[in-house]
């Protein structure tokens, strides 16, 4: 059996891809992809990954999981979509660093289902846009109840990514930037999935239908019908010029207004993601998603 985590991370997601999956539940259920609802294994999975510690759960433990979370006998592949399985986003950044837990929970994960495949798939969000946005997700939150004592500079990316590869050196894990996410939506619907890039799959102008207005999306949609992109790369260039044009500001800009950080320091946080992005995607271990 295949198992994929979707990891998140926080704010980048909003549960659009579950959803999007489970427009498909019949296809995808037909091929033996089983997608459970979010609330049935939220709560249950970290909390018995939390139990294992860090042993390979038992064969009465992985049935009790199946049980939860699945109405059929088997599958053939199990997704499962959250952004709280790595942590609480209040414990996003701690006084131990940037989601410093992350390599324990992927490998608390794979102990899940020890003899199953497991994949992960994480996006991945410039610190300077994802604090502001986590102080908006915590109830009560205030900027030290994110940040605490840490450095702004301090959250990089690339230095999580090296210690999950270092906790689990076999994992299969699929990185991408959430700001490239509307140009490959589509193409990270289907890797989840497990199905290759030309299975039909609703939900593919999901995201799109979120950030561009209705007048772009109509005219998007009709200028793919009249002119059938031949590869990945033409559909990405009518997005993008459609997204250009028609997207929604209030949607895709992300206000960053917290104590002491200046214009100057934004630009630093944003050339230091730039820097990650860049070093993980040379990472012979990571499968890095780019436009």
């Known amino acids: 059996m295949q198992i994929a985590y979707h990891l998140g991370a926080h704010c980048t997601d909003e549960d659009r891809l579950v959803r999007a999956l489970l427009k498909n539940r019949g296809t995808l259920g037909a091929a033996g992809i ?5 609330r049935s294994y939220r709560q249950i999975l970290p909390r018995v990954a939390k139990s294992l510690r860090g042993a390979p759960a038992g064969a009465e433990t992985q049935q009790v999981i199946l049980d939860a979370v699945m109405e059929a006998d088997e599958a053939e592949r199990l997704v499962f979509s959250h952004d709280c399985l790595l942590c609480y986003p209040v414990n996003a950044i701690t006084k131990q660093g940037f989601y410093a837990t992350a390599p324990q929970r992927v490998a608390a994960y794979c102990n899940l289902f020890p003899d199953a495949q497991s994949e992960f798939f ?12 986590l102080i908006e997700r915590v109830n009560e939150g205030s900027y030290d109840t994110i ?4 450095s702004p500079i301090a959250l990089r990316w ?3 990514i090296r210690r999950i ?16 996410t509307p140009l490959l939506w589509p193409e990270i619907l289907r890797a989840v999935a497990g199905l290759g890039p030309e299975a039909a799959l609703e939900g593919d102008f999901d995201l799109l239908a979120a950030i561009m207005t209705e007048e772009g999306l109509v005219k998007l949609k009709a200028y793919l019908e009249t002119h059938p992109p031949a590869s990945v790369e033409q559909r990405r260039r009518a997005t993008t010029a459609h997204l ?3 997207a929604r500001p209030e949607e895709i800009e992300v206000e960053v207004d917290l104590p002491g950080w200046s214009a100057e320091l934004v630009a630093a946080l944003t050339a230091a993601y730039e820097e990650d992005c860049a070093e993980i995607a040379d990472m012979a271990e ?3 998603l780019a436009p």
Do not use: H
């Open 286 to 288: 990571i499968t890095f």
């Open 244 to 246: 250009e044009k028609y």
């Open 158 to 160: 690339a230095p999580v």
């Open 34 to 38: 089983v997608v459970p609802s979010p």
């Open 122 to 133: 994480l996006a991945l969000r410039n610190p300077a846009t994802l604090v502001p946005t």
């Open 165 to 180: 590869v270092a906790a689990v050196p076999d994992i299969a894990l699929t990185v991408w930037c959430n700001e490239d």
């Open 147 to 150: 940040m605490g004592d840490q």
